[in-house]
């Protein structure tokens, strides 16, 4: 049985990209602000790929614990992705090989990225590793303790029938698939960029204000709320307001642009026990800004959740938001 979003939570894991060799690197002063919302009864493990920045974070953060490991070749944020998912005993790895942008392609060995992550939960988590034969990423995996919601981009992802990847997915993690569609024009494909479990029953799920250049959108919202009707799920609606804005890229097959920023995802929020770490973004005007910043926090908080925001502008414009970021056990 996998671990959901809403078990305990022990230990968290985060990536920090100051030295990366990518354009992650300016992410350093949002990750020194992430680490000041953490709880403190949750162990901190912080990547970091050279010996400056574990400098910098041990005299910035001196009174919290923090475990720091020093990988040389890592230069990935996207923790979620790349690490697995966790039953607590050990942790599923599927393969990590985005196939969206060819720039990453060319620039990030994904290979050699799975290789120091297996290596990496073998020598520092000390879990056994369950390898699962698919290209998958922790993104496009919302499961409870029943269902995982992937789309349809792990078939997309591997020349498999779809009822061998059901098995697979099946036998070895130990919950029922729910494949859904991938929402047209995202070509990255996360269940994690629309839903996110907050108890065993209850399951948050985009809602987006309605305007003429979302109505497909609201078509897709309308199949995922079906699917999780059909489930006798309860459905909390996440208020968001998503903007669209391209990420310039290097990218080969779509010239200018291979994908678009996460502004406006509430979502992709992080629980670490009672506590939810959700995202804020800067919207189109100051009335926009202000109630989507604080309707999400309204609706968690009857749940019974301490809810703590933070700002995730300059995150988002990679293409992620806090789920993103981190890998629990």
């Known amino acids: ?7 305990k939570v022990n230990h968290l894991f985060l990536a920090y990209p100051e030295g990366f060799n990518n354009e992650y690197d300016e992410l350093g002063p949002f990750f020194d ?8 009864e949750i162990d901190l493990h912080i990547i ?12 910035k953060f001196s009174k919290r614990k923090l475990n720091i490991i020093v990988e040389e070749n890592w230069n990935e944020i996207w923790l979620r992705d790349v690490m697995g998912i966790s039953n607590g005993e050990h942790i599923y790895k599927p393969i990590y090989e985005p196939n969206y942008c060819t720039y990453l392609a060319k620039t990030m060995n ?12 073998k020598d520092h988590l000390q879990k056994g590793i369950v390898q699962i034969p698919l290209k998958l990423d922790g993104g496009n995996f919302i499961a409870n303790h029943r269902f995982a919601f ?23 993690m130990g919950v029922t698939p729910i494949i859904v569609p991938v929402n047209k024009g995202d070509v990255v494909g996360h269940t994690d960029g629309y839903m996110g479990f907050i108890e065993d029953d209850v ?25 999780c009707g059909d489930l006798n ?66 609706a968690l908080s009857r749940y ?26």
């Not at 049985?1 to 078990?7: E, S």
């Not at 602000?33 to 403190?40: R, S, V, Y």
């Not at 997309?156 to 036998?171: M, R, S």
């Not at 703590?308 to 056990?329: E, P, T, V, W």
């Open 1 to 7: 049985m996998v671990k959901t979003d809403f078990d």
């Open 304 to 329: 019974g959740y301490q809810v703590i925001k933070i700002n995730c502008d300059m995150l988002a414009q990679h293409g992620g938001s806090l789920r993103c970021l981190s890998f629990i056990c």
């Open 48 to 59: 970091v790929n050279n010996s400056r920045a574990k400098q910098k974070l041990q005299f």
């Open 150 to 172: 992937i789309t349809e981009k792990v078939l997309q992802d591997n020349d498999l029938p779809e009822k061998e990847i059901t098995a697979i997915i099946k036998d070895k």
């Open 233 to 298: 799920l309860r459905i909390q609606p996440m208020q968001e307001r998503p903007l669209g804005y391209s990420i310039p890229c290097q990218c080969e097959a779509k010239k200018k642009c291979c994908t678009y920023s996460a502004n406006g995802c509430y979502v992709n929020f992080l629980r670490l026990n009672n506590t939810i770490i959700l995202p804020e973004y800067t919207l189109t005007n100051l009335k926009e800004t202000m109630y989507y910043n604080n309707v999400n926090e309204e």
């Open 203 to 227: 399951i948050c799920i985009s809602e987006y204000p309605k305007l003429d250049s979302l109505k497909e959108d609201h078509k897709y919202l309308e199949t995922l709320k079906s699917v």
């Open 110 to 121: 994904y290979r050699n990225l799975n290789n120091i992550a297996i290596n990496f939960i």
């Open 33 to 40: 602000k992430l680490l000041t919302k953490i709880p403190p």
